[in-house]
């Protein structure tokens, strides 16, 4: 076993809008990757469009670069927990990890949560603060919080010995002391390459090779990512994959890729240490090892925390269905979500006891959000209901997952914030001022008491606030939460919204759809300003008289109604209560639409608790 010394391979951790993708972006122009008349796209690491829109990264990553003959592989890493599965992936891949701070706003929770994992990997850190530029830059503070950190990470005195780079990563340079005379980034390509060691491997080694991602390709069909661990992988030889539970000796490529610059590059032969792609082998997973064919030498499987949250997917049964979606039946959706678990280890799906209905668990309700925007922009029609946790037993308790969340919130909202959360069995950890108008805030709650909080957070603090929660751990079920407190307006037949009887709502509550959307029986249109559902007529029109009036409508106004995305739909819906998803609009309903079926069942109820 040698250290190559021509490749390292390199993680960059970040808080969401810390300048992670810029820096790569600028990290690449200057590796000399682009020809002086080429477009340049601007954050080209955020390939998908979900990505792009919502300024977040999701799918890990990876492309290659070349400094002074030196391969450096750069794997892009999601910085939310809800994507922990990716994390996972990407930390396998690599030797030493990038931890980008913004010099005003510090190390923040999602940076706590991946660094937190490559420190138990013991992988070394080069800490870069970037936009140095900012106005209320603070960086001597910053720098003591880093430290702070890894110190609370129980990181080891190596760990903590680590370079400090101050970067601007819009104008692409990188300084290794504030304000000396660099003008690019080249100081930061010379502290990857004198802190990440290169990887300890041997060529001549049993090949294993371990897969962390899959990529499809219509042309040469599923594509599997990861890293060459020892020995080298050739076209036209014979090798085993190494599963879960079984091993398929035989297999061979159809295609082998090493990465350069942002392109795969085809192949003949691949070597220890690199970061490379293959094509050919039917029914690979993440997890599995390609070894040799005689002495087959399968890797540790890839370990990710377990979900914490689930929600039902059911076959869309509405009155529109079949309307927009080109994907419809329970075959389709059951083929989609086993398509996706393929690819993604944090997901898991399971069967129900009703044949169009599906289980999918997961790591938080950005997860299921947009794995529920990826299948609507596909075409999807569906179904699904509110998130719920999972709870496991415990020493012979009931336990549910919970949650340590970060809040920092302008001084004036701190006793509405911290009344709310304590509603919802949330304890306090930690109050600090920073004598800034902003307070920082730290609560132990249960995971189904943020379910729905975050909008409210947002509306409590005028908008103003920041919230940021990761996963801690099992503790004893804490009772009922309360979760929303208001009721919804309910259709109570098919029809057109008009604006006579939106008028008519305007002091039951507030309405979701605008005048002229197409309704039907069971939908809700609107969240209602007390307790209890309400069964509305929104199709109702005015009586027409044989007296004209030229200017009797023209002076209705009517409140613009609240259009909710589908993260808000995804927080507002109760337990009796579906989202209709469709690639033009989403729709929320109540599960059973017949209102005198629903004022039966909920008498039925009513009598058994009096009975109870």
């Known amino acids: ?16 809008d810390h300048g992670k993708t810029t820096l790569v972006d600028g990290m690449l122009k200057q590796s000399g990757i682009y020809r002086d008349n080429q477009e340049i796209t601007e954050r080209v690491m955020d390939s998908m469009d979900l990505e792009r829109e919502r300024g977040i990264t999701i799918m890990a990553k990876n492309t290659a670069i070349m400094y002074n003959n030196i391969k ?14 990716e994390v996972e992936r990407s930390l396998n891949l690599v030797d030493g990890v990038m931890l980008l701070v913004d010099a005003s706003e510090g190390p923040l929770p999602q940076t706590r949560f991946v660094l937190k994992k490559a420190l138990q990997k013991k992988l070394p850190v080069i800490l870069v603060i970037n936009k140095i530029d900012r106005q209320d830059q603070r960086i001597e503070e910053v720098v003591n919080e880093v430290y702070d950190l890894f110190i609370e990470l129980d990181a080891t005195e190596e760990q903590i010995e680590f370079p400090i780079l101050y970067t601007n990563a819009k104008l692409g340079v990188a300084h290794r002391e504030l304000h000396d005379d660099s003008t690019s980034l080249h100081p930061l ?7 990440i060691p290169g990887p300890i491997t041997d060529d001549t080694a049993t090949s294993q090779f371990l897969v962390t991602n899959l990529d499809y390709d219509s042309y040469i069909g599923q594509i599997a990512i990861g890293r060459l661990s020892n020995g080298t992988l050739e076209m036209n030889r014979l090798y085993t994959l190494c599963g879960e539970d079984r091993t398929v000796p035989g297999i061979k490529f159809t295609a082998l890729y090493t990465f350069q610059n942002l392109k795969k590059i085809q192949t003949d032969k691949v070597f220890a240490g690199d970061i490379v792609a293959l094509a050919g082998v039917e029914n690979i997973k993440i997890g599995d090892t390609i070894s040799s064919l005689e002495d087959p030498k399968p890797l540790p499987r890839i370990r990710v925390d ?9 076959v869309n049964t509405s009155p529109f269905a079949g309307r927009e979606g080109k994907y419809l039946t329970s075959r389709h959706l059951s083929e989609r979500l086993n398509k996706e678990r393929l690819g993604n280890v944090a997901i898991q ?19 299921m959000a947009i794995l529920i925007e990826t299948m609507r922009r596909e075409g999807h029609e569906f179904m699904v209901s509110r998130p719920r946790v999972i709870t496991k037993q415990i020493d012979g308790k009931i336990c549910e997952p919970v949650e340590h969340v970060f809040l920092d919130v302008p001084e004036e909202f701190v006793g509405i914030v911290t009344e709310k959360l304590s509603q919802r069995k949330g304890r306090m950890m930690n109050l600090i001022n920073n004598g800034s108008d902003r307070t920082d805030l730290e609560f132990f709650i249960p995971s189904r008491g943020l379910i729905g909080f975050r909008s409210h957070f947002l509306t409590d603090t005028k908008g103003a606030g920041i919230m940021n929660s990761i996963f801690k751990g099992y503790e004893p079920w804490v009772g ?3 979760q929303r407190t208001s009721g919804a307006l309910v259709a109570d037949r098919a029809g057109r919204v008009t604006g006579y009887a939106s008028q008519a709502m305007e002091d039951r509550g507030e309405l979701f759809v605008p005048v002229g959307t197409q309704v039907y029986e069971g939908m809700v249109i609107g969240e209602r300003n007390r307790n209890g559902d309400l069964d509305v007529n929104i199709t109702k029109e005015k009586k027409l008289t044989n007296m004209r009036s030229s200017t009797s409508d023209a002076t209705i106004t009517l409140r613009p ?10 927080e507002f819906i109760a337990e009796d209560e579906v989202l209709e998803i469709t690639p033009q609009n989403i729709r929320i309903s109540k599960m059973v ?14 009598q058994n608790a009096e009975l109870v």
């Open 593 to 606: 639409r017949d209102r005198n079926v629903r004022g039966a069942l909920q008498k039925r109820e009513r």
């Open 349 to 367: 799906v399971k069967s129900t006891d009703r044949p169009d209905a599906f289980e999918v668990c997961g790591r938080g309700e950005l997860q």
């Open 480 to 482: 009922p939460i309360p």
């Open 1 to 16: 076993m040698k250290r190559k010394e021509n490749i390292r391979n390199i993680a960059i951790i970040a808080h969401v």
């Open 306 to 314: 377990e979900p914490t949250l689930s929600m039902i997917f059911y």
């Open 72 to 85: 450096i592989n750069i794997v892009d890493t999601p910085g939310h927990a809800d994507f922990g599965g």
């Open 561 to 570: 109604p609240r259009l909710l995305s589908l993260d808000q739909s995804i």
């Open 189 to 195: 390509f010379e502290a990857i390459v004198n802190t």
